[in-house]
């Protein structure tokens, strides 16, 4: 199935971006009357035959919806630390939207060594993951934003922080499968004493992963894993 991404679509014709042009008709040498499918990264899967192979301007004819394609029963919101090897964390975007995560929110936080992040190469991870693994709901991810602010501001009930000290809960004795759930990941060497006292005073819950002690982005896959196993049943 070759999958083309269509934010924009509406109506029976549509035609193709450039680059999603050019890869249908020079990359796959599609032609006239080739099926398609499209998505559209809210949760339609569009079927279509191709109208024109123009490689700059390919028009295509609907000719099959599907909505709330593969719907989840859950949401997952992961507040996480950049890392600083930039192609880390790429990996972590694309297999937690193979995998399944509706939000994902960079974290700044004390021990946080990368300081920023690029949103348009990060969109573009997501976009091909969410292709690649014909997902029709494009993860939202946010601005970096300052541990501090973000407690402060207004989330779900189902809030969770992933820490490898002091007393902890599993996620599965804290969350019922079919609910939205938050969960905090922080950067190498984990959150400081200060930040999951913070974390508690606004009502997250310490939870571990397991007994052994994960790199940033693997805990973020992890935390991932367990929540879509959780909702498999």
């Given at each position: 199935m070759q999958i083309f991404y269509t934010p924009d679509i509406s109506g029976i014709e549509y035609f193709l971006n450039e680059e999603e042009s050019r890869h249908a008709i020079k990359v796959l040498r599609m032609n006239v009357s080739d099926e398609i499918h499209?998505?559209?990264?809210?949760?339609?899967?569009?079927k279509a035959v191709i109208a024109d192979a123009n490689p700059k301007k390919c028009k295509v004819i609907v000719i099959e919806t599907k909505s709330e394609f593969e719907k989840r029963n859950y949401k997952l919101h992961i507040a996480i630390s950049p890392v600083k090897n930039p192609d880390r964390f790429e990996w972590f975007l694309e297999k937690a939207t193979e995998i399944g995560i509706d939000e994902i929110s960079p974290l700044l936080c004390e021990r946080t060594e990368k300081k920023n992040i690029n949103m348009e190469r990060c969109n573009r991870i997501l976009e091909s993951a969410m292709k690649q693994s014909i997902n029709a709901y494009h993860p939202k991810i946010n601005p970096l934003i300052k541990f501090n602010n973000f407690i402060s501001s207004g989330m779900c009930e189902n809030k969770v922080i992933a820490t490898c000290e002091g007393d902890r809960q599993t996620i599965r004795s804290v969350y019922i499968p079919g609910n939205e759930?938050?969960?905090?990941?922080?950067?190498?060497?984990?959150?400081?004493?200060?930040?999951?006292?913070?974390?508690?005073?606004?009502?997250?819950?310490?939870?571990?992963?397991?007994?052994?002690r994960f790199r940033t982005e693997t805990a973020g896959i992890v935390a991932c894993h367990i929540v879509s196993f959780l909702n498999s049943f």
């Open positions: 499209m998505i559209d990264g809210k949760g339609t899967l569009y759930i938050l969960i905090l990941i922080g950067p190498e060497g984990d959150f400081t004493e200060s930040e999951v006292n913070i974390a508690k005073n606004n009502h997250f819950i310490p939870v571990s992963l397991g007994a052994a």
